[in-house]
């Protein structure tokens, strides 16, 4: 009886491990994972590419130049009495400068009328003096010899009043001379010499200032060998006359390049060492902000129009060194497309390759989408990036 009992409490102690242990694996057992439900797709806006006739064009740097320069030095020397202008203001063709001391001058001008009407009695006389013998020697009534003699004195006074009259234009000009006028209209520099210093005339004399013409302005700019063959060179032809190309300027604290102007000049060889050519162009300067010197920024067209598609900046992506954009499918799913691109034209950027026309990319939200990602589009303009309100989400 007693052995029953121990082993009917034996299998009760048993059954009651048993269940423990099984409770214990049922706790450590982990429950079968349920499937996360799909993500939502992303919502980004979609734009049609952009096609569009555009035209080429290869960016270069240059200077401004003025298309008349001029050293204002004096033509005669003396004492500068009078300074006309304010330094650094506009003046007019013609306008007076500087004054030289003239009294020198006049007095050579009056000294110089005196021997003219001295020369001018003295050839009197002796014509009359010529005509006289020659009625004489018709009758013999006077030897050849005298008349050779009042012949040649005609002759000499004629020849002297030529030179008084000359002299006299030569003093009157250096009179005109002791006022210095402006030879073009434009913008003055400082004077560099002041009231009261005597001035030399020559051309080594120092420059009493500078003047430069302000209502045009030169861009000069060098070209390489390859855009000169391809776009200067065939638009100069064989006349050599200045090529009918579009070129575009824009100053450094500009946007873009809003000044048009046209290709003036060409330089007619090519700088070996540097493999460009000289090309300078010519802008109009309405607003007087062109001054030579300045840093100018130079678009020359680059080719005729042709067809292209254009982009976005931001639907623009980088993987090291590739370009990319996401092309949205008609399942609305993003597709991973390497691009290569071309120079910008105003906010948009040309594809040289890697789309077709009428394709959908993603232009805003790129950074929330992975290539194969369901998208919700949004349909944009490429242009303005602005709703189209004709066309739904999922449309093309």
């Known amino acids: 009886m007693k052995l029953?009992?121990?082993?009917?409490?034996?299998?009760?102690?048993?059954?009651?491990?048993?269940?423990?242990?099984?409770?214990?694996?049922?706790?450590?057992?982990?429950?079968?994972?349920?499937?996360?439900?799909?993500?939502?797709?992303?919502q980004v806006d979609v734009a049609e590419v952009v096609s569009r006739p555009i035209t080429d064009w290869q960016s270069y740097s240059g200077r401004l130049e003025a298309v008349e320069r001029v050293e204002i030095r004096p033509l005669v020397s003396g004492t500068l009495?009078?300074?006309?202008?304010?330094?650094?203001?506009?003046?007019?063709?013609?306008?007076?400068?500087?004054?030289?001391?003239?009294?020198?001058?006049?007095?050579?001008?009056?000294?110089?009328?005196?021997?003219?009407?001295?020369?001018?009695?003295?050839?009197?006389?002796?014509?009359?003096?010529?005509?006289?013998?020659?009625?004489?020697?018709?009758?013999?009534?006077?030897?050849?010899?005298?008349?050779?003699?009042?012949?040649?004195?005609?002759?000499?006074a004629a020849a002297n009043l030529q030179a008084a009259r000359a002299a006299l234009q030569a003093a009157e000009l250096d009179l005109e001379h002791t006022r210095i006028v402006a030879p073009v209209a434009g913008r003055i520099s400082r004077a560099n010499v002041t009231e009261g210093n005597v001035v030399a005339a020559g051309a080594g004399s120092e420059p009493l200032t500078t003047l430069v013409s302000v209502d045009r302005m030169y861009a000069a700019f060098d070209v390489d060998e390859q855009s000169f063959l391809k776009v200067v060179g065939p638009a100069t032809g064989a006349a050599g006359a200045a090529p009918e190309v579009p070129v575009l300027l824009g100053l450094a604290d500009e946007e873009d390049y809003p000044r048009r102007g046209a290709v003036s000049y060409v330089d007619n060889r090519l700088d070996v060492s540097s493999g460009t050519i000289r090309v300078r162009a010519v802008f109009d300067n309405p607003d007087g902000r062109l001054l030579p010197g300045l840093y100018a920024r130079?678009?020359?067209?680059?080719?005729?129009?042709?067809?292209?598609?254009?982009?976005?900046?931001?639907?623009?992506?980088?993987?090291?060194?590739?370009?990319?954009?996401?092309?949205?499918?008609?399942?609305?799913?993003?597709?991973?497309?390497?691009?290569?691109?071309?120079?910008?034209?105003?906010?948009?950027?040309?594809?040289?390759?890697?789309?077709?026309?009428?394709?959908?990319?993603?232009?805003?939200?790129?950074?929330?989408?992975?290539?194969?990602?369901?998208?919700s589009p949004q349909a944009v303009s490429m242009d303005a990036q602005q709703p189209v309100r004709t066309a739904s989400a999922g449309s093309r």
């Open 298 to 375: 130079v678009r020359l067209a680059g080719s005729a129009e042709r067809p292209g598609l254009l982009i976005d900046e931001r639907a623009i992506g980088t993987d090291q060194d590739k370009r990319f954009v996401l092309v949205v499918g008609e399942d609305n799913r993003a597709v991973y497309r390497e691009v290569r691109l071309g120079a910008n034209i105003g906010p948009l950027r040309v594809v040289e390759q890697g789309l077709e026309p009428g394709e959908r990319i993603v232009v805003n939200g790129l950074q929330r989408v992975r290539p194969g990602d369901a998208v």
């Open 81 to 156: 009495t009078r300074i006309h202008f304010r330094d650094g203001s506009l003046v007019r063709k013609g306008e007076l400068l500087f004054t030289i001391d003239p009294r020198p001058y006049e007095a050579e001008v009056a000294g110089r009328k005196a021997q003219l009407a001295a020369a001018q009695a003295r050839q009197a006389y002796t014509a009359s003096e010529l005509a006289r013998a020659r009625r004489l020697l018709e009758g013999n009534a006077i030897a050849r010899r005298d008349f050779d003699e009042k012949h040649n004195a005609a002759a000499e």
């Open 4 to 42: 029953l009992t121990k082993r009917h409490a034996y299998t009760a102690l048993a059954a009651a491990l048993l269940l423990a242990g099984a409770a214990v694996w049922t706790a450590r057992t982990p429950a079968v994972a349920e499937p996360p439900p799909a993500p939502a797709a992303a």
